[in-house]
Structures are given as C-alpha cells and as structure tokens.
C-alpha cells in the first residue's frame, strides 16, 4: 500500500516518512525491512481482543519483555513528526519487570501503590513524560516510572477519559499497545542484576523532553555507515547523554546493561521503532523477539462500556474526560478499577506450563501468542528471519 499524503501531522502515513532512516544494510542497530517515504509500513503482528489480551497474554510476559505502544492523535504535532521520521506507528517502548521473577534480586514495587500492587504481577519499567497519561509521582519532570503493567495498558487505551475536555476522542484512531516477548534466552541470575542495577542507576534522573541537536540526531541517520571520517560521522551520530533520558535510551541502556545490545551501541542514537517489527533490531546471545501481539483500545462509547467493560465515565459525548492521570481520581486500579491486590497467575498457556516455577530463568516459550484471536484469526506459524528477530510470518 502506498501513500501521497504530504502532512508530517500523519506519521508514518505521509509520503516522505522514513527518508532519513539508515540503509539496512550499513546498520549495526535496527535495521529497517519496511520501507520508507510513499511504501506504507508493514509489521509482523496479530491483534487480539481487548479480553484475550489481559486474560492470556499479560499473565505470561516475563521480565525483560518490550511493551511498545502507539498514540495516534494528530494533535500532538510532536509525536507525529516522531512516527513520520521513524516510518512507523510506535511511539513509546517500555519494558516488562515482575519481581516473582526472581524476588531475591527484584525489588522494585509500583512507585506509587507499592503497598497494594501484588508481587506477582507484571510491572512497566518505563522512562515518560508529565502530563497526559504521564508520570504519577513526578508531575512537572516526568522520570523513570515503575508502575502495574495492567492499570498503565488499559488506561493508555481509554482514549475517552486521558483526553482533554476540549477534544472529541471520537475523532482520533483507537490507542494501541502490542507486547513482544524476549526469546531464545536464558534470564540468569546476572541478568536480573543488571536490570535491578541499570533501573536503580536512572531512578531518579528526568525526562529529556527538550528538542536538542542530540535529539534529533538519533532520527537522521541516512549513510552515517558510509562515513569513515570522524569530522563527516560525528555530528550526525547522538552523543551518549543520560543524565536526562528519552524512553527508548532507558530500554537500551538496560538492554546494553544486561548484555543484549552491543556495549558499543549509543543508546542516545536509539528510537522507539527499533524494537517493532518495522525493523530487526541487533541482539546478542541469540536472543531474539516475538512478533507484536496487539491490543486496541475502544473507538466507541459503546465499545468502551460493553465490549471492554470500562465503568461509566465522567464527561459528554464528543468530549473528552479530561483526566491527565487517573489515581488522583480512581485510586491503585485505574479507569478500569483493576484489582491489583490479586495475584497473576499463569494461563498455562505460555512460559508456565512446562512446569517451571514462577521465578524460572527460560525465556518463555510462544504458545500464549498463538491462540486463537476473538475474531477467530488464524494461528500461523513461526519463523526466524535473519537479524535476531523471531517473527510469525
């Protein structure tokens, strides 16, 4: 499919999207296998439904796993221009962290509801903005944000209460979450430091919000492969600040920390598209990641209430809730009012029912992802292209 939209406002759907993205075969980071400008991007990815998503896909996800999500509204001019340099429609990466994976070594807990959320249940390690469905503790920075996997998912898609009052939600495309899960790799006790130890070191450190050079860099990198010389590839190449980080540099540095990721890369030059199925990202020790297995959040009152069982909300049709963050108003359990004081339990279908223990260190197999969707898609098979991606085809 192609497109000849010339609106920067539209992502990865306007005609010169991707155009200064590296050339596959010069790129040592993520290189991308989906196009670029007019050539609409492609992903390997399979939704489910808003149910099968929380009952057995999220009971699986193991620490280590990327959570990446798309915010379509086109009135943040700034994510737009984001998804239209990066070519694809993800515009946030976060990280999957359950201290039943390992209690002796994780410990971290919710940042804000640490008393109530149960230790068996999957966290988001994430690194966002204040603001709009932004930090819960950190109102005028943003930071690293530690926060139940569930609460924050189903928040993030209930575009008709985060939005502001000003804003028919009804006009924007539903908000999308997809998980992939880290495979073909053995999470040791050393693996679990690392990350215990690369979190700890960013805990307190903001977010990078501001448009400087280094910030934009990471976008342009068009042939930065082809030059040798060290005047010609500097100025082009981020340089490695992380007193103050962007999501996707949070997730690498820890993947660097925990040995996934090359200790050469730059985690500043990395962009949240790098860990979607536009590209395939470089890991080490044959590890390797799913396909996307995604879930969309309501498009209509209706669907909102009856599809996904959202309570009742606040505001009038055509208008949005207005709420930037929802403890202030429903407390630990979010919009959906989650019970996060109930243990997650395995399904038995995915990394679980082979009969290891919750704290088991096997990258958990795929059978969770291939159930069958609610709207009875077809399960496919699984192949692993080259790069170190595992992806259903």
Known sequence: MCT??????????????????????????????????????SYVDREVSFQHFFEVVAPELRTGDI???????????????SRCMAHSRTSHVAMI?????????????????????????????????????????????????????????????DKFQHNPQSFDPRTSAP???????????????????????????????????AKTWNVMSSQLDMCQGCFRCYCCRVPWLA???LDSLFCSVLIADIWKTAGLLDSKLIASEMVPA???????IQLQQGASLSLEVSVLGPQTEQERTEAMKYPARTGQPGQGGGFDISCDEFGSGGFWRVDVTKPSESTGNGATSKG????????????????????????????KDQGGSQEKE
């Open 97 to 157: 962290y359950r201290p039943s994976d390992c209690p002796s070594i994780l410990k971290y807990r919710d940042l804000k509801f640490a008393d109530q959320v149960h230790e068996s249940r999957p966290l988001l390690v994430q690194m966002i903005a204040a603001g709009e469905c932004g930090h819960r503790i950190r109102r005028e920075t943003g930071g690293l944000e530690v926060v139940d996997f569930e609460v924050y998912a189903k928040d993030y898609l």
């Open 274 to 280: 790098m860990w979607d199925t536009t590209r395939r």
């Open 4 to 41: 000849c939209d010339p609106r920067v406002s539209k992502g990865e759907r306007c005609c010169c999207s991707g155009f200064c993205i590296e050339l596959s075969c010069l790129d040592s980071y993520a290189p991308n296998k989906a196009g670029c400008c007019c050539m609409l991007p």
């Open 175 to 209: 908000h999308r979450m997809s998980v992939r899960t880290l495979n073909d790799f053995q999470r040791t006790q050393a693996f679990y430091e690392a990350v215990e130890a690369a979190i700890t070191k960013h805990l307190d450190k903001p977010f990078n919000g």
């Open 239 to 241: 340089n490695e600040q």
């Open 356 to 383: 290891a223990p919750t704290g088991h260190s096997e990258a958990p197999n795929m059978q969770t992802m291939q159930q069958p969707a609610g709207n009875g898609s077809a399960v496919t098979t699984i192949g």
């Open 67 to 81: 959570v990446v999500a798309s915010w379509p509204n086109e009135q943040d001019f700034g994510t737009g221009v």
